[in-house]
């Protein structure tokens, strides 16, 4: 029976995972795309994003990818932990 109830749960939550995704995770991964840039640092972006409005803010106005070069040194920082091989 608990085997029926931890199986129930983990499938519960794999089909809630999608629901429970950020804008900003959203954005990232559709700008990712449009894009041809890879989605591996969507996830984190995200919760940087999420956490920080000013950092949310800067990455739902982009429109380039070009347009990250122009963000102040606090929205670079805050975002390089998503980004540990650049």
Do not use: R, Y
């Not at 995972?17 to 990232?28: G, I, K, S, V, Y």
């Amino acid at each position: 029976m608990n085997k029926f109830i931890l199986a129930a749960v983990v499938a519960g939550a794999a089909l809630a995972a999608p629901a429970l995704a950020n804008e900003t995770e959203e954005f990232c991964v559709a700008f990712a795309g449009e894009h041809d840039l890879g989605t591996e640092p969507c996830e984190c972006i995200g919760e940087v994003g999420e956490a920080n409005s000013d950092v949310k803010g800067a990455i739902l106005a982009l429109t380039s990818p070009d347009e990250t070069e122009n963000w102040d040194q606090s929205t670079k920082d805050a975002l390089a932990g998503c980004f540990p091989e650049a």
